[in-house]
């Protein structure tokens, strides 16, 4: 059995993998065995491995399962305490796992940890995917320590202080096995965004701690499957986050909240369209709506089993504030302001 087993999830990104992967194999191979679960590559991924990775341990699934069930999958191949889910497009730091180890073993309570995710292009800055910790409010929009929106906050140490957070970034998340079986894994229905966020959701709902260590520290590139200006991620953000409001909100807030949200998806469809010219956005909200109410009951008994373990009706890291209106009206645009 394995302490740690880093497990990066590859889809045609061998460019990544020469670039990236040396980073993990120096800094990591001596604390974890690191592998690479290849979702059925053909842009010679393999070959690359197999020729100046002999050590990294793989994974051949049949297809291209996106990132969560393709996750699912290739975890089930794994016997490890500790799984560290990580992009192939991620540079580690020397002495990067240490404290995410060190966290995990002395916090029992403790289902997930980040490290702090900075950006490979602008070294100074947080990075989108996570920045320092993970939260989200009222309505279902994702921020973070370091991030609001698409403003990215300069890294001056001002997050430096391990935090609870409500998600840890699937670019790089430390998760004990036994709790991501324990809460059903990944979503496979997501296949890619948002499933990170629905998992550890769920684990919160269930009493369980998720934290950010920033005293681990790696760079990340970003955007390297789906660029962020694409319909088809529009599209799955839209479906999968609400889908994911759906299924962990609680009963006093679900109607509410969904009703607002027809009115802001609409309102951020019109804005694409009219102020942004983009039509294949516009389009794209369109579709994920339409595609959740279609899907919705398929959740059902997903949403009555997550409500029955519910050990806490409040969150503090699910926010009651519309950060759409601490951003645009209010004008907070960074963490510290938002959160007081």
């Not at 087993?5 to 590859?10: K, P, Q």
């Not at 992009?87 to 029992?108: H, K, Q, R």
């Not at 889908?243 to 909240?257: A, F, I, Q, W």
């Amino acid at each position: 059995m394995d302490k740690v087993a880093i497990v990066i999830l590859n889809w045609n990104g061998a460019d990544m993998l020469r670039q990236y992967l040396p980073t993990v194999m120096d800094y990591s191979g001596g604390e974890a065995s690191v592998y690479v679960a290849d979702n059925a590559s053909t842009d010679g991924s393999l070959d690359l491995l197999r020729e100046s990775f002999p050590s990294c341990r793989l994974i051949l699934l049949d297809r291209n399962w996106g990132f969560a069930d393709g996750y699912n999958k290739a975890l089930k191949q794994i016997d490890a305490e500790y799984y560290l889910l990580l992009n192939s497009d991620i540079e580690v730091t020397p002495g990067w796992l240490t404290p995410l180890v060190e966290l995990m073993d002395a916090n029992p309570d403790v289902a997930a940890c980040q490290p702090k995710l900075l950006s490979l292009n602008d070294r100074d800055r947080f990075e989108y995917a996570g920045a320092c910790g993970g939260f989200l409010d009222r309505y279902g929009y994702p921020f973070c320590r370091g991030r609001v929106f698409d403003r990215l906050e300069r890294d001056e140490g001002q997050y430096d202080s391990r935090a609870d957070i409500l998600w840890a970034t699937g670019a790089a998340l430390m998760i004990r096995s036994s709790d991501y079986w324990e809460a059903g894994g990944l979503d496979g229905r997501f296949f890619a965004h948002s499933e990170e966020i629905d998992l550890c959701w769920r684990l919160r709902i269930k009493g369980r701690r998720i934290l950010c260590e920033p005293q681990s520290k790696v760079y990340h590139l970003g955007g390297g499957t789906l660029p962020k200006a694409n319909p088809r991620k529009t599209f799955l953000n839209f479906r999968n986050n609400l889908t994911m409001l759906y299924k962990c909100l609680p009963d006093k807030e679900l109607r509410h909240v969904m009703m607002v949200r027809w009115w802001l998806d609409y309102l951020a469809a019109a804005e694409m369209l009219i102020l942004k010219h983009n039509m294949q956005d516009c389009l794209a909200i369109f579709r994920a709506r339409k595609a959740y109410k279609n899907w919705r009951k398929d959740f059902e008994e997903d949403r009555r089993q997550i409500q029955a373990c519910r050990m806490a009706a409040d969150i503090p890291q699910h926010t009651g504030f519309s950060l759409l209106w601490q951003y645009y009206v209010k004008r907070h645009r960074c963490f510290s302001e938002i959160m007081g």
